[in-house]
């Protein structure tokens, strides 16, 4: 498993372990806490499962397609722009709850690189499925499309 793959998990964890925290104070003390309801959606969601989205998919779409992942150092510096950026959104969104205006710009650098930790994210991955080599059928044949012929190979 490649070191950004793992890290990606890891920290899928780690932010697991975040929004269950968050989700727990809000349960217990909501009058106080439901402020940082965004924090605790933005940990579960962009921290934890898409994280754990990003790792899974960098180890296995290349094993899949058959084709190497276009871009191990732009998978790497992936983990990092979109750890980076989700801790400063998550802070963002708890500043905004405690100190007010003061939280805002916190939130939009995180924004701005959970955007990029996206569009890094899309880039490898489609770059990687074009190197992926064409499907091939029975008998050695390259399938392609045919209008009004169904390509289920059930052979019906």
């Not at 290349?62 to 191990?72: E, K």
């Amino acid at each position: 498993m490649a070191p950004f793959v793992r890290r990606f998990m890891r920290a899928s964890l780690v932010w697991l372990g975040v929004g269950v925290l968050l989700g727990f104070g809000i349960a217990v003390w909501p009058a106080g806490l439901m402020a940082i309801r965004p924090a605790h959606v933005h940990a579960t969601l962009l921290g934890f499962v898409t994280m754990m989205i990003f790792g899974v998919a960098y180890h296995v779409i290349p094993r899949f397609t058959g084709a190497a992942l276009h871009s191990p150092v732009l998978a790497e510096a992936h983990v990092w722009v979109a750890n980076l950026g989700l801790v400063l959104m998550v802070g963002g969104w708890i500043l905004r709850a405690v100190v007010g205006a003061a939280g805002t710009p916190a939130l939009h650098a995180g924004a701005t690189l959970s955007v990029l930790s996206a569009g890094l994210f899309i880039y490898n991955i489609w770059r990687t499925l074009d190197a992926a080599p064409a499907p091939v059928g029975r008998g050695g044949r390259v399938w392609k499309a045919q209008p009004g012929v169904p390509q289920s190979g059930s052979g019906a």
